[in-house]
């Protein structure tokens, strides 16, 4: 870990960890927000491209929990879009701001149409609201992305005594490794102990 005038960054392997995934509290509240980081923003969620032909090859799996404007977004778009930053993105829905893949059940939710069909759903939509950067010679940084629409999670988060990190437990493990998580568990007890 290194201190420095911007915060610490804990380094694990080659991926860098803002203290801000660590320090903060976070846990969804769901119930209130309703899925809103789905259909709101002026881009949609950033894909690996490894993810890409999952998403084409489960297509006709989920096509059909999608909206008029999200089949018609693939249709005219592809699987995916590239946006004003030159990264590969959800494709938007025609007409509106909201990924492509938005599911709407009908009782005011937005879900995800490839993860309510049993698929994975885009890395990024698990790990938010940690957004992961690709640096140059390869490592990653995993930082905070903090948004006003998720103002209840974070509230939510410090009532729970839930960290980013500990809400996110799953979603790391998942993408980077048990070993990972488990480096980042052990930074994060040293950390808070030092913040206290």
Known sequence: MAKHDFGTIVQIG??????????????????VCKGVC???????????ESELPGIERHYDSFKS???????AAVAEKGFFEIDIQGDIVTPL????????????????????????????KPVSCSLYPIRVTRLTGG???????????CSAAYEKGRKTGTRVYEFLKGPLSEAFGEEFYNALEAAATHLLKEDC
């Open 93 to 120: 829905a025609n007409g509106g701001p909201e990924c492509a893949y938005c599911h709407f059940p009908g009782d005011g939710n937005c879900l995800c149409s490839i993860e309510k069909a049993g698929f994975k």
């Open 14 to 31: 080659d991926i860098l960890v803002s203290e801000d995934v660590i320090l903060e509290f976070f846990a969804c509240d769901y119930a």
């Open 139 to 149: 490592g990653l940084a995993l930082n905070l992305h903090r948004w006003n629409i």
């Open 38 to 48: 789905c259909i709101e923003g002026d881009s949609g969620a950033p894909l690996d």
């Open 65 to 71: 929990l999608m909206t008029p404007n999200g089949k």
